[in-house]
């Protein structure tokens, strides 16, 4: 007769989060399609340093850049793949309360972005139920170099009683 473990919890409590926890994956990148940044841009971010490359290459680009928003949608696919194969990321989120935003140098169609996200700070909310954790995401280009400093505070729900360890 086998006896098995009871599954791990896919759903990561404020009590299982740790200032210093560190999540993501030096393979898991994405390769930023010019195209689809052109497409992004000409449909929510015109400026002309977006949309047209002699008006980059005259601000001093080498090519059309992206837009914040289209940075921000990069983040959040690097986010769900690094979920996908780290579950220790799978937070029980309610949501986020403060976010702040950094894009130090342009991303271009050919860059090769990685994700990383760390735990700064946590602490518990005066609400029950719930605890605050702040966290430090970074992407980087291949070369090492940070394109996006994002940091956010979000509310992540305590463990149900009911699955109290």
Same mark, same amino acid.
């Given at each position: ?106 991303? &271009? *169609?050919?860059? @090769? %972005?990685? #994700?990383?996200?760390?735990? =700064? ?8 139920? $719930? ?11 291949? &070369? *090492?170099?940070? @394109? %996006?400093? #994002?940091?956010?505070?979000? =509310? ?8 109290? $360890?």
């Amino acid at each position: 007769m086998t006896s098995t473990q009871p599954a791990a919890p896919s759903t990561i409590y404020f009590e299982d989060i740790r200032e210093g926890d560190v999540f993501g994956s030096a393979d898991v990148t994405i390769t930023v399609d010019r195209n689809e940044l052109l497409d992004h841009n000409r449909r929510y971010d015109h400026w002309p340093i977006h949309v047209d490359p002699a008006a980059a290459k005259a601000a001093g680009f080498n090519d059309v850049i992206a837009s914040s928003s289209y940075v921000l949608s990069l983040m959040l696919r690097l986010f769900h793949l690094n979920r996908a194969k780290d579950p220790r990321s799978d937070f029980a989120l309610i949501g986020g309360v403060d976010q702040r935003l950094k894009i130090p140098r342009p991303i &271009q *169609g050919g860059d @090769v %972005l990685h #994700f990383l996200q760390t735990v =700064v700070e946590t602490r518990p909310s005066s609400k029950p139920g $719930r605890g605050i954790i702040v966290v430090r995401v970074e992407l980087t280009n291949q &070369q *090492g170099e940070v @394109v %996006l400093a #994002f940091e956010a505070v979000n =509310v992540i729900a305590t463990r149900p009683q009911s699955l109290a $360890r």
